[in-house]
């Protein structure tokens, strides 16, 4: 625990230290006289860019110029399979709606002395 608060120290402080160089660095450099204007320089035309010769495309032929396309053969009609008969569902049973009734069982006759 102590070596690291020594380490949090030590960053504070060399962080503070370079904080300082940057603001003394910072006014040094606003306090400079200004630069001086560099000349600039002309820069030569761009050389033109030559003709280059224009391919020939060849004409296509027109749409209603073209063959019609083959016909395709018919197909050969499918057999027809068996269909499955599937067997009929059971009933579901039904719920009773009534509550049936609980015998009241009475207790034992009690003897009296």
Known sequence: ?????CIALAFLM????SSINVGQAARHLQQLPPMPTLPTATLPPLPSIPNLPQPTIPTMPRPGALPPLPTTPALPALPSAPRATLPPLPSMP???TTIPSIPFISPPPSSTP
């Open 1 to 5: 625990m102590g070596y690291f608060n």
């Open 94 to 96: 039904t719920i009773p």
């Open 14 to 17: 060399a962080l503070s230290f």
